[in-house]
């Protein structure tokens, strides 16, 4: 029974653990030169409001079967679910950056309205991102990667 009594505190630690961090496989180019495909990222879960432009941003793929987009190449599927990963590059209340510019779904100047993100892979010759899809549903946020874990 002692051994029941010492491992539950660990076993608390890592249930809390798995609901706020989650590790993720790069697969692509869209963000290089920051991150490699093959590279694992540790990605923290926190609410949309703590996105800010510049940070790395995980999101739930907005597109894919049922959808009119197709997947990206650097969707990365990890447990069953297809993410994304892309850089947070306007939030609600900032103006959608003029490099933006056009030729995409976006007008520059305009401000990104409430519960949508503007995000954009670092490689935007081999990037998916808002320049096609338009600004990304807040919903779609998962978290924030805090760390890369591995090259």
């Not at 990605?43 to 959808?67: D, K, N």
């Amino acid at each position: 029974m002692a051994a029941v009594c010492v491992c539950l505190p660990a076993c608390v630690f890592l249930l809390a653990a798995r609901r706020r961090l989650l590790v993720v496989t790069v697969d692509g180019y869209s963000m290089r030169p920051t991150l490699e495909s093959g590279d694992r990222v540790l990605v923290r879960r926190v609410p949309v409001t703590r996105a800010r432009a510049g940070t790395i941003a995980v999101l739930r793929q907005p597109a894919g079967p049922g959808t009119l987009l197709p997947l990206p190449p650097e969707a990365v599927e990890e447990g069953g679910r297809i993410y994304t990963i892309k850089r947070v590059s306007a939030v609600p209340g900032d103006r959608i950056p003029d490099h933006v510019g056009p030729g995409t779904m976006l007008t520059p100047g305009d401000t990104v309205p409430a519960g949508h993100l503007l995000v954009l892979g670092d490689n935007p010759d081999r990037s998916i991102d808002s320049r096609q899809l338009g600004l990304i549903p807040a919903e779609y946020f998962v978290g924030v990667v805090a760390r890369r874990i591995t090259s």
